[in-house]
């Protein structure tokens, strides 16, 4: 099977750097910073494939690296060094040169790539939604990024995905401020959802919500992964969360990938020192 998405070499350095970046940092030196020129490495070489209808885990301490890599492969942030390409075949995506490494692009093609094939559900609400603006609106608003124009079609297309996502149809035009934290993330799934994303990534979704609160939207992302089978990756420290979502994930300490394979076997027989701790430690 070809992948949907594939990542090569993936670094993001903060910091001048030096020749001795690589060599005296990450998970073999127990460190992401470089002791010479103190730079940091928040991720680096990370690689790895992602599949048609897959949901990959990421899964790590904080400052591991996890988020980092979501943040890059949706465009928030440069990286140093890199390679990553995604499959752009249709639903309006913009047309790309088979094998483009989608980090040479210029600004505005990686925003029409994004908006065509990408979505994303942040850990805070607020860096994905815009309070002031109304739920229906912050769909709407994607919507219009992707190029849609007609008012009445963006509505019905809002109205169906709060109610698939669980949000009260009659709060549409309210305002997501005055949501609780488990509606707003809701709203957000579903704004990820308008375009008929090619990848969707969810970084650290449930982290500040109340138990009850996070097991309904685990469960209700849960199955919407299995009706629309979007190839989804999702970060967490939570190795619950990784055991009920995904079928396949990696583990990332200071800013390296230490382990990989199903999650089950990551769970289960985990061979690395670091995912033996991670794993002991929720026991």
Not at 174 to 185: D, T, V
Request: proline share 4%; aromatic share 4%.
């Amino acid at each position: 099977m070809t992948p949907i998405l594939q990542v090569r070499n993936l670094t993001k350095r903060y910091g001048p750097g030096c020749a001795r970046c690589l060599e005296s940092t990450g998970a073999r030196r127990e460190t992401n910073q470089c002791p010479r020129c103190r730079s940091i490495l928040a991720c680096r070489e990370v690689a790895f494939e992602l599949y048609p209808g897959e949901v990959l885990g990421i899964v790590g301490e904080s400052g591991s690296g996890k988020s980092t890599v979501v943040r890059l492969l949706h465009f928030d942030f440069e990286p140093t060094t890199g390679e990553f390409f995604l499959s752009l075949n249709g639903n309006g995506a913009p047309k790309i040169d088979p094998g483009q490494n989608l980090f040479g692009l210029s600004a505005f093609h990686r925003r029409q790539v994004r908006n065509a094939r990408m979505g994303i559900v942040y850990q805070n609400a607020r860096m994905g939604l815009r309070m002031k603006v109304s739920a229906g609106g912050n769909i709407a608003e994607r919507l219009l990024m992707a190029g849609w124009r007609h008012v009445g079609r963006m509505r019905e297309r809002a109205s169906g995905l709060l109610e698939q996502t669980e949000v009260p149809v009659e709060r549409m035009d309210e305002l997501p401020r005055n949501f609780s934290g488990g509606m707003q993330q809701r709203v957000q799934i579903a704004k990820a959802l308008s375009t008929h994303p090619a990848v969707l990534l969810l970084d650290e979704v449930t982290t500040g919500l109340d138990v009850s609160v996070q097991a309904r939207v685990l469960d209700l992302i849960r199955g919407l992964q299995q009706d629309l089978g979007v190839a989804t990756i999702v970060v967490s420290h939570d190795l619950g969360v990784i055991r009920l979502l995904t079928s396949r994930t990696i583990v990332m300490r200071h800013g390296c990938i230490v382990e990989e394979g199903l999650s089950d076997q990551i769970l289960e027989d985990p061979q690395h020192p670091y995912t033996q701790l991670l794993v002991n430690s929720t026991l």
